[in-house]
C-alpha cells in the first residue's frame, strides 16, 4: 500500500505547527513511524531529523534518544553524507545527563563514537573535549572536568564546525566553576558575557538567571537583585526556560506571589512521566517554597498544578505542609538516584545549597 500521500500530508500539517510545542512531536511521530511501515530510508531519515529537533526543543528528550540510533545506522550502511545528524547528536548527548537510569558508561560510549565520527571526517577534537568537560563536571568528577578543559583551551583557536558557541562555551565553564566554589573564576568566566563581548540566542539571559543565586550564596543580595532585574528585562519570549534560580531569588527575598508565577511558566511536566533532572530542580524549588511558607506562618497556599500531580484539586489550594512532605520526598528519591549513577553527592548537596542560602 503506498502511504506516500498521506505521509505529505502529516508531514505537511507539523510544518505550519510551532516546531518547539508538543503537538508537533506528536503529529511528526506519526509521520516517523507511516516512513518505516514504507520502509523507505529516505522518509525515515527526514522525518526522523524533525522529529528529533521538536522534540529536543519541547523538552521530549527520549524520543530523540530512542530514534537516533536507528538514524544513524541508516546514514551508516547507506552513501548518505557522514555529516547528517552530527548536531542532532550533540543535542541528544547533551540530553543524556537528564536521566538517572542512563549509565556513564553509556554516556562516555555514545562521545566516543561521536567522536569516531568527527573524525572520518577530519574535524578535530575540539567539540570531543568540550562534550567530555560538560560530562565530567555534571558527573561532579572535578579533577576530570578540568583536564578536559585545559584539553579542550589547546583547540581554542582552532576551527571546528561543530562547536558550541563561544558564550555557551564560557557560560558552561561558569557553571563548573560554580560546582566546585571558585567563585572568583565563576566571574572571569561571566566577564564576556556581562560586559557584552560574547552572546548568543539565550545568553546573556542564562547567565543573569544563574547569577541570581550565585550571589545569594554569597550574601551579595545587592548583586543578586540587579542580576535578576537583569534577566526580568529580557525575559520575554523566553517563559519558563531559566525561571529556576530567579524563582529560588524571589523565595528568598519572600515575593511568595511572584515567585509562584515565575514557576508557573515552566512547570510544564508530568508527574506521570519518567522524572528527570528538570523535574528535579522543580521539586528543590518548590520545596524550599513550601519550607519558607511554613516558616513564616502560611498553612495553605494557592499553586496550579496539572491534573496529573497526585494530590490535585480544583480549587489549586494546598496545605504547605502536604506540599512541603511531597517535594521533600520527590527531591531526596530522585537526587539519591542521580548520585547513584554518578558515583558521588553532587547532586544531593544542592538541598545544602539552596537550604542555607
Known sequence: MDYTIEYNKIMSGAGRLNEYDLSSVNILKKAF???????????????GEALIEASIFSDENLTAISILPKLLTIVDKSSISDDRFLWEYKWVLETLLEYP????????????????????LGYNDKVYYEHLFHLYYNLGMKEEAQDSLDKFYEFSLDYNPMSSCKACIAHDVLLYYDMFYMFDKVMEAAEPILNGSLSCNNKPIATYSYLTVVYLKKRDYKSAAKMFNLYEKKKKGYAGKFNIDPSIYLIKMKEYTKAINELKEGNRFSYLKIKNRNYLKYCYVYWYLAHNLIQDGFKEVKITFSKDFPFYDSSNVYD????????KKESQTLANQFDLRNGNRSVSSFENTIFNL
Not at 516512513?35 to 525515515?44: G, H, P, R, S, V
Not at 504547605?320 to 517535594?327: A, E, G, K, P, R
Open 320 to 327: 504547605t505542609h502536604l506540599l512541603n512532605d511531597f517535594f
Open 101 to 120: 537510569h542512563i549509565s556513564k558508561q553509556q554516556m562516555f560510549d555514545a562521545l566516543n563514537d561521536m567522536r569516531d565520527r568527527h573524525g572520518k
Open 33 to 47: 513511524n507511516l516512513a518505516q511501515k514504507m520502509n523507505d530510508d529516505e522518509l525515515i531519515l527526514e522525518s
